[in-house]
């Protein structure tokens, strides 16, 4: 069964073992496109999926008016066990169309879910080490890309867009009440329980950081001193900052006045 034309629904295409092995894939990625021709990699993605055959990608179109759709269903009919599809008829916003993703994905019953950005700004071999970090730790929900500039990584990051996204998250954790470095990074994998299923249940209220608001959701599911201990940061060792950015000065300014709205209840 199709969704639209050339789309390969998740329906049709359950996670379950591969033939080529005893692994399954228990790992789902929701990669939110917008008129991302230009900027995805899809040799890098071909790649990935030959080499993990335990994880598999839902690609979100959000209504893209360029070729992206097209590069997708490329990609998913070379790969079909490990790329499915899904397409948006308007462009809802990366909020939405990781909600839908994600929702879309629980259906599936995988092990662990997260969201990546279609940039690639975080290399996909890093999601091998947030389920390492999981499995390891039975109790954590989830693990967050870090963009910590340190000795031995490579984070390469414009200085401007460096400073206000750490001011940015500096608020983000005293609205939060965790001591969350870096919330706004588009790498992210949590465990599928209740928790986390109950923060993608409802859309989100806020279009440009929705990221605060599932750790807002979680925490009101949790408890803060819970969250604390069930979230883990995990430094990247390699980030690049991909040029091509949809966020404007004025989406800019607009998520701190959502951040506000979150810190008086109101979002």
Not at 113 to 141: C, K, M, Q, S
């Amino acid at each position: 069964m199709r969704d639209g034309p050339g789309e390969r629904s998740l329906a049709s295409q359950s996670i379950s073992p591969v033939t080529s092995s005893n692994s399954i894939r228990n790992t789902l990625i929701v990669v939110p496109c917008y008129n991302e021709s230009r900027r995805l990699d899809a040799a890098q993605v071909e790649a990935f999926v030959l080499q993990h055959p335990d994880v598999r990608f839902l690609f979100v179109d959000d209504g893209s008016t360029d070729g992206t759709f097209e590069i997708l269903e490329v990609l998913a009919s070379r790969h079909p066990d490990a790329i499915a599809l899904k397409k948006l008829a308007v462009n809802l916003g990366k909020a939405e169309a990781v909600r839908q993703g994600v929702l879309a994905g629980l259906c599936e019953d995988p092990e662990f879910l997260g969201y990546w950005d279609a940039d690639l700004a975080t290399p996909l071999e890093a999601i091998a080490d947030f389920r390492a970090t999981l499995v390891a730790n039975p109790r954590l929900i989830g693990v967050l890309g870090s963009r910590i500039r340190r000795l031995g990584a490579n984070v390469e990051r414009r200085a401007l867009r460096h400073y206000s996204g750490r001011i940015f998250a500096s608020l983000a954790s005293i609205v939060l009440g965790l001591g969350v470095y870096d919330t706004q990074c588009g790498a992210k994998l949590f465990r599928t329980d209740s928790a986390f299923a109950s923060a993608f249940r409802e859309p989100f209220s806020s279009r440009w950081i929705f990221d605060v608001e599932i750790l807002a959701r979680l925490k009101r599911e949790l408890g803060a001193r819970e969250l604390a201990e069930r979230l883990f940061e995990f430094p990247l060792s390699r980030w690049e900052d991909v040029g091509g950015s949809k966020v404007t000065w004025r989406q800019g300014l607009l998520a701190f006045v959502e951040l506000w709205k979150i810190y008086r209840g109101s979002l």
